[in-house]
């Protein structure tokens, strides 16, 4: 998945002052404005009600846990909708007191003294647990399933720890935990995963659904067999393929007719992070110092001339090989246009406009841009920025350092950026404030983990002709616990919240046979899937997941949950 952001340590929000940012969540809800098609044509999960608190009202509870490296509970809009053991009988809660590494919010099977909850350094878990459940309540993110209840599941990075992780999970629901969804947006290597299918089966059979992503080396796990191959018969399973803003297949994300079953949004998803991390996010900031969107979403603070902010836009440097233009209506971030970038050689630098920002209180410490590459061929786009000195020296890219995200083809990417951090910092001209980037867009290749042809990459970048499109270009100081990844990681949640809307609504319940009900989930979300002739051939639905075709319109496809020889004849089972 993406690179982590580092520590921004300015201007750091409370709970009172986090925007809704719910507008860039396409992933739950896709106006078709950052693939620049329409409403009708986007990809999302399908929930006509996501983020409405009255149809909430109508879901059953459903305990999600979510396996990962933990989920920081401070953050505001995940501490309401964390399960808690203080919630419990008393004699559930005994019985979970005296499982070594048990805590209050779930387990951890690190060192003694970790917590699920506590002493994260990484925020991968709980990126993925907002996805899953953040609360809808009027600001920051809102998870796909209201009615979760997140039960923190810390793994150690070893197949020992995974499999007790999964044993915690058998003794809680024996405990009296009901615990019906699990998400997996991790992977061991091949030789372990005969020990975790059985594993996963056990608990399946306690009455848990497990959803798995299948990785992020863009290869066919049917050809090359891949971490949750050994899953793709397990009853109990389903597994994840990623597709990004433009309803595509990922560029990054493993496939498989036989190995994957259902498509889910995963590049460039906004979702909950640690509140000792966070990002600045201008496309959230009202009070940016300047925002600019390139159309009437734009905007700048008192001290700063109106007039200036409006015509805030940029030209090429030297004898840089590009052409420049403000489009409407097309593919862009925020508002109504982009800046689009046309760059024949794949490169170019482009100088922004000067705007005096010295008559704001305070200067803004903080920047961040989003960017999306068009090009004839999978592209991945990147960009620099440096500031100009009051000396007319730019600061140097080494010292301004970005947070980036973006996997490339049809996904928005970004960063952010802490201007504080630069020595260079209390020389920036404020008086008459200009910046320059440097644009690229090169040639795709991902493979396990490793993104090829990037700086800092184990290979050099190769140059592709196309379009950088260039939006949300903005200086504050307020800081979120919010930020963007990548990665089949973000789409497995999506799959899962759905999974847990969908066990709320009460249509996998198999009276008193857990096993049944967990198997019936996983062949609901299966059945719901909307089949898509672009995912013929990546996936066994053929399609992407979708919360209303079960939830509202009943449009559900056979799921298939076991094939047997019975001599003349073939046994199916199924739904």
Same mark, same amino acid.
């Given at each position: ?6 520590? =921004? ?47 909430? @009202? ?36 005994? /019985? ?5 590494? $048990?805590? !209050? ?14 002493? %994260? ?22 998870? *796909?399933?209201?009615? $979760? ?37 991790? @992977?061991?290597? /091949? ?8 594993? *996963?089966?056990? *608990? ?73 991390? /966070? &990002? ?43 052409? %420049? ?11 109504? #246009? ?23 209180? /305070? ?17 991945? #786009?990147? =960009?620099?920025? &440096? ?15 970005? &947070? ?26 404020? !008086?008459?404030?200009?910046?320059? %980037? +440097? ?19 184990? !290979?050099?970048?190769? +140059? ?40 709320? #609504? ?21 059945? #719901? ?11 066994? @639905? ?16 056979? =799921? %298939? ?11 199916? &089972?199924?739904?």
């Amino acid at each position: 998945d993406a690179t982590e952001p580092a520590p =921004a340590a300015n201007g750091d929000a409370s709970a009172a002052s986090i925007p809704d940012l719910t507008e860039f969540q396409w992933y739950a809800d896709n106006d078709g404005r950052m693939a620049g098609v329409s409403a009708e044509e986007a990809a999302d999960v399908d929930y006509g009600d996501w983020n409405n608190p009255e149809a909430a @009202t109508s879901l059953d509870e459903v305990v999600v846990a979510v396996l990962d490296n933990g989920v920081d509970a401070s953050n505001p809009d995940l501490a309401p909708v964390m399960w808690s053991w203080n919630d419990c009988s008393d004699a559930t809660k005994a /019985q979970l007191q005296d499982i070594p590494g $048990a805590d !209050e919010h779930g387990f951890s099977a690190g060192a003694p003294g970790t917590t699920s909850t506590t002493g %994260i350094a990484n925020y991968h878990g709980t990126h993925v647990a907002g996805i899953i459940g953040a609360e809808w309540n009027g600001m920051g993110t809102s998870g *796909i399933a209201p009615n $979760a209840s997140i039960l923190s599941v810390r793994h150690d990075d070893t197949l020992s720890g995974i499999l007790r992780c999964l044993d915690y999970l058998a003794a809680a629901r024996y405990a009296g935990v009901p615990v019906e969804v699990v998400n997996n947006s991790w @992977t061991m290597g /091949q030789p372990q995963w005969r020990s975790i299918d059985l594993a *996963i089966t056990a *608990i399946g059979k306690r009455g848990i659904t497990s959803v798995f992503g299948v990785g992020n080396s863009a290869r066919n796990n049917d050809e090359a067999p891949a971490t949750p191959t050994l899953l793709a018969d397990n009853p109990y399973v389903v597994a994840v393929s990623s597709l990004d803003v433009t309803g595509e297949m990922s560029p990054f994300s493993q496939y498989g007719e036989t190995t994957a079953d259902v498509m889910a949004p995963g590049g460039g998803i906004l979702s909950t992070y640690g509140t000792a991390m /966070q &990002q600045y996010l201008a496309e959230g900031d009202a009070e940016a110092v300047l925002y600019q969107s390139f159309d009437g979403s734009s905007h700048a603070a008192a001290g700063v001339d109106e007039a200036e902010a409006k015509a805030f836009t940029f030209h090429p440097r030297g004898s840089s090989d590009c052409s %420049i233009e403000e489009v409407g209506d097309q593919r862009r971030f925020d508002g109504d #246009a982009a800046l689009e970038v046309t760059m024949p050689t794949g490169v170019a630098i482009l100088e922004s406009s000067v705007i005096d920002l010295s008559g704001v209180e /305070q200067p803004p410490t903080h920047m961040s841009i989003r960017y999306m590459p068009k090009a004839d061929e999978a592209a991945v #786009a990147g =960009a620099l920025v &440096q500031v100009k000195m009051k000396n007319g020296d730019w600061i140097p890219a080494a010292s301004l350092i970005p &947070q980036a995200f973006g996997l490339g083809g049809g996904s928005w990417g970004g960063f952010s950026l802490d201007l504080s951090k630069a020595p260079e910092f209390d020389s920036i001209d404020w !008086e008459h404030f200009q910046i320059q %980037i +440097l644009c690229m867009l090169s040639k795709f290749s991902y493979v396990d983990g490793l993104q090829y042809g990037q700086p800092g990459g184990p !290979e050099a970048p190769t +140059l592709v002709p196309g379009t950088l499109v260039i939006d949300s270009i903005g200086l504050g100081s307020d800081t979120v616990p919010y930020t963007y990844l990548d990665g089949t990681s973000m789409a497995t949640p999506a799959a899962a919240g759905a999974a847990a809307v969908l066990a709320g #609504a009460g249509l996998a319940e198999v009276e008193d046979d857990p096993a049944k009900s967990a198997e019936k989930l996983a062949a609901l979300l299966r059945a #719901a899937a909307e089949p898509n002739a672009a995912y013929e051939g990546l996936c066994s @639905t053929g399609g992407s997941v979708s919360v209303d075709n079960a939830l509202v319109e009943d449009d559900l496809g056979p =799921a %298939i949950t076991a094939v047997a020889d019975a001599g003349d004849e073939l046994k199916v &089972q199924g739904y």
